[in-house]
DNA sequence: TTCTATT
């Protein structure tokens, strides 16, 4: 078996990339590298297409790890502004390197969300794997529990693997759920400017996953989905979100809805579904939560 | 009548 067993702790290797968001990459042979929290003091894998980790420390992990790919992707020191060029060039390619074909591509790194539980790392990996070479995947974890938070990273080695990826798997139904994938916040910025200081600073929440607009749909059928919902209100404006949910308590089971509108307007044009039917069975819509209180 | 959500 070509197992090996590594051991880095974080004084050990922090010196590789010091700086790196309180992380640690480190090579792990010519063809890739792993990724992993300080807090994670030892690892092994027995293949390079297989990565497992043992914790010595669970309670103080919150993020994990992991994956190497067999393409080899330089880890550029630092982000230097210039974006990966597509097919863009309008035959006035004057620049041609055939002999030190220079890689281009940088790293991207992209926030995904709203995901089961019960999909980890090896089941991102697997999601993503069609769209580029995956550097890294970690998932978030509740330190206590281990258990995932929903939420995870995934590094593409280029913008371009990233762009594909978005475009094939964000909003995409996992298990009743709609995956969310963005960029991760250092990279959407959409801002024109970086400056070093919003790098330090903590996250702003720049991403609407939610609107104030709320609407709770009840009475549902079993087999509702997301999509199904969003295309059936779509038609009083735009769903910012939709979320369909289960509650089996006492007995009773029910299936219900939170869909979010892009304004209070379309929101309220989507409570005259009241009372209509949908899959055969007879709508509950009502406003959601709403917090006019102070 | 719910929040799996930015390391």
New binding site residues.
């Given amino acids: 078996m070509a197992t090996t067993t590594g051991c880095l702790t974080s004084s050990s290797s922090s010196s590789l990339f010091p700086n790196d ?3 640690i990459t480190a090579p792990i042979s010519r063809t890739g590298f792993v990724s992993f ?1 300080p807090s994670l003091a030892s690892f092994h894998w027995s293949k390079l297409s297989s990565l497992s980790l043992s914790l010595s420390n669970p309670a103080r992990l ?2 994990i790890l992991a994956v190497v790919d067999e393409e080899a992707v330089a880890v550029g020191d630092e982000i230097n502004g210039e974006d990966v060029v597509d097919e863009n060039n309008d035959g006035n390619d004057e620049d041609v390197l055939a002999e030190e074909p220079k890689k281009k591509a940088k790293p991207c ?1 992209l ?1 995904v ?5 019960s999909r980890d790392i090896p089941e991102l990996l697997e999601m993503f794997k069609p769209f580029g070479t995956v550097i890294s995947v ?1 998932v ?1 974890r509740n330190s206590e529990t281990g ?5 995870g ?1 995934v ?1 593409m080695d280029s913008i371009s693997s990233a762009k594909t990826a978005i475009a094939a798997l964000d909003g995409s139904d996992v ?1 009743g ?2 995956m ?1 994938v ?1 960029f ?3 990279m ?1 910025s959409g801002s024109e400017r970086r400056n070093p200081e919003t790098l330090n600073s ?2 702003k ?3 609407i ?2 609107s104030p607009h ?1 609407l ?1 749909i ?1 009475n549902l059928a079993w087999a509702t989905k997301p999509e199904d919902l969003r295309n059936h209100f779509s038609q009083f404006g735009t769903v910012v ?1 939709a ?1 369909v ?1 289960y ?1 089996r308590k006492g007995g009773k089971n ?1 299936v ?1 809805a ?1 869909l979010s509108f892009s304004s209070a307007a379309e929101r309220d044009a989507s409570v005259s579904l009241n009372g209509t039917e949908f899959c055969g069975r007879t709508l ?1 819509v ?4 709403e917090r006019t209180e102070p």
């Fill in positions: 968001r309180n992380k929290s919150c993020t790194e926030y969300c709203n995901l089961p539980r970690e978030s258990i995932s938070r929903g939420s990273y590094t298990d759920r709609e969310r963005r991760s916040v250092d959407v903590s996250p929440k720049i991403f996953y939610d709320k709770y009840g979100s979320r949910l509650d029910r219900f939170f509950v009502r406003k959601g939560v």
